[in-house]
């Protein structure tokens, strides 16, 4: 097998698993408050992760360069934007199915391009003028199957725009930092604000018994392996090749559902799905261009470990 399929699998993996998330997080969300559930799931992920990171840095070189300062900082930043990304979708589950969730969260592939072209206030390419179209009309023929707009539409909407959010801002600091620590460093944050907004709904439970296998599930495998999965995986994959790959996200959501939850997608719910992964796949052809406002990846910062 060649370095560039094992990583086309990985990434095929990886954008399985994610897509498994939403049934679970849904069938999670009744037995855990959504605070409560994202500051158990980014602890479990934290612990998991941390025996790698202590190991990779053991392997590695000794580096001649500190440990930079702003590392805790960028790792606030985009802690912030995942506990905002990871709220809104968790309480958007509570009302909202997860197969419909998956297609309303995946705008924010369409999204991310269409705020840099106000960003750097530069024309529109005619892809993405194709593609916010049929977004619109997929999410509407999802909507019209699923019955009336739902208060959990709009929370997965209010998702779709964090987590656009978070991509760019991702794609602003990471090159500072290299993967493993950076990761730890926003898992950390996450579970450090997650547990902030339990002790403020009124205080933090022990999870039931019943919670325990899906809790370790999305924290060591869903959070914890996918990072590291996704770091192998895009180092012999294109960014075009990626972004194709992650576009199936919410049709392995909709997969999973149906198998783990019982979940149906019929005609027309089929149909609008279909035209948001169009409508994601054309907004990645109208991003491929590079982002001037963005910085290029310093010497030094492609390896793992720093």
Same mark, same amino acid.
């Given at each position: 097998?060649?370095?560039? &399929? ?95 969730? %998956?297609?309303?969260?995946? !705008? ?7 705020? !840099? ?52 801002? !991702? ?27 339990? !002790? ?9 018994? %019943? ?26 994959? &294109? %960014?075009? #090749? ?6 199936? #996200? ?38 491929? %261009? ?11 910062? #492609?390896?793992?470990?720093?």
């Amino acid at each position: 097998m060649t370095p560039h &399929t094992r990583g086309l699998l990985l990434l095929i993996l990886v954008t399985a698993v994610w897509g498994s998330t939403f049934a679970v997080v849904k069938e999670l969300g009744a037995l855990l408050d959504p605070a409560e559930l994202i500051a158990w799931r980014f602890t479990v992920a934290a612990v998991a992760l941390l025996p790698v990171l202590a190991l990779s840095r053991r392997r590695a070189p000794v580096s001649p360069r500190p440990p930079r300062r702003d590392l805790w900082r960028d790792g606030l930043l985009i802690g912030a934007w995942l506990v905002a990304g990871y709220g809104t979708q968790t309480i958007a589950l509570q009302t909202t199915s997860a197969n419909r969730a %998956a297609f309303f969260t995946a !705008l924010s592939v369409v999204l991310v391009p269409v705020w !840099l072209v106000f960003a750097q206030r530069r024309r529109m390419p005619a892809a993405l003028w194709v593609a916010l179209p049929l977004a619109v009309l997929g999410l509407g023929l999802l909507s019209w199957e699923g019955g009336a707009f739902v208060a959990g539409d709009a929370w997965a909407l209010a998702c779709a725009v964090t987590y656009a959010a978070f991509i760019i801002a !991702l794609e602003q600091v990471a090159p500072r930092h290299a993967a493993l620590p950076f990761t730890f460093a926003q898992l950390i944050v996450v579970a450090v604000l997650a547990w902030a907004w339990a !002790l403020v709904q009124g205080g933090v439970t022990v999870p039931p018994a %019943a919670a325990w296998g899906p809790l370790l599930y999305l924290g060591v495998i869903a959070t914890a392996a996918t990072t590291l999965m996704q770091t192998v995986g895009q180092k012999t994959v &294109t %960014a075009a #090749e990626a972004s194709l790959i992650y576009a199936l #996200e919410p049709v392995t959501a909709t997969l999973f559902s149906f198998l783990l939850i019982g979940e149906r997608v019929g005609l027309r719910g089929a149909l609008g799905g279909a035209l948001v992964v169009v409508a994601t796949v054309l907004s990645q052809r109208a991003d491929a %261009a590079p982002h001037p406002e963005l910085p290029a990846p310093q010497p030094g910062t #492609e390896d793992l470990t720093g």
